[in-house]
């Protein structure tokens, strides 16, 4: 299966907290990207980590790449309420396939 | 821009109907992709299209299903007939590039009852 895996499904933390999010899937990984999902809304991009990257930041983001494991990882540093969202990763190197996502809750 | 323009953003129809569902891509975009997204199943790419040519359909799930892109700022999603398991919320995204980031609009809700 492509079918990317993420981890955990869900996570609760407290505003301020460090959050992280694991990507895993069974075949390559080419260009693999993270978005967030706000409940009823559409996914927003939020960065791109390419297979001969090991890492990248934006912001409070760092995402972290290991293509021997096929796995990537999501920090969010600091969080705050307004990170309450679902959060996906996507492979582009086998036809876009979404992995089912993180529920993320930053509790006040 | 506007960005990624969906409509309806709610469509509500009986089993048996035919459902069209539009977007209009950003300006520039060569990119097209149609996505579906359940609980049970998550984000499905249904099909994507690069300068209006559909490139990849296997992930439509029946011949229910056709989408069209008739020019650059416009396509649809067919569903003929539509049956109770169609309903889901239905994504259209565009890109400038293969490996870019994927624009989303706001999706369409639909409910077949």
């Known amino acids: 299966s492509q079918q990317g895996e993420e981890d955990p499904q869900a996570l609760s933390i407290q505003e301020g907290e460090n959050a992280t999010m694991n990507c895993s899937y069974k075949?390559?990984?080419?260009?693999l990207q993270w978005y967030r999902q706000n409940s009823g809304r559409g996914l927003v991009h939020l960065i791109l980590?390419?297979?001969?990257?090991r890492e990248k930041h934006s912001g409070r983001l760092r995402v972290t790449l290991d293509t021997s494991k096929k796995s990537s990882s999501l920090l969010i540093t600091a969080s705050r309420a307004a990170d309450t969202a679902s959060y996906f990763c996507?492979?582009?190197?086998?036809?876009?396939?979404f992995g089912p996502g993180t529920r993320l809750s930053v509790l006040p | 821009d506007a960005g990624v323009i969906q409509s309806p953003r709610h469509e509500v129809t009986e089993m048996g109907q035919e459902v069209t569902l539009r977007c209009k891509p950003i300006?520039?975009?060569?990119?097209l992709f149609w996505y579906r997204q359940t609980m049970m199943r998550g984000l499905e790419l249904l099909i994507y299209?690069?300068?209006?040519?559909?490139?990849?359909d296997s992930g439509m799930p029946e011949d229910r299903f056709s989408a069209k892109m008739p020019n650059a700022s416009f396509s649809t999603l067919k569903i003929q007939p539509s049956e109770p398991r169609d309903s889901a919320v239905y994504f259209c995204?565009?890109?400038?590039?293969?490996?870019?980031?994927?624009?989303f609009g706001p999706g369409t809700r639909l409910t077949v009852t």
């Open positions: 995204a565009s890109s400038p590039g293969h490996s870019y980031e994927q624009y």
């Open positions: 075949t390559s990984i080419n260009n």
């Open positions: 980590i390419r297979s001969n990257e």
């Open positions: 996507a492979n582009y190197g086998q036809n876009f396939v």
């Open positions: 300006s520039g975009h060569d990119y």
């Open positions: 299209f690069n300068n209006n040519v559909p490139i990849d």
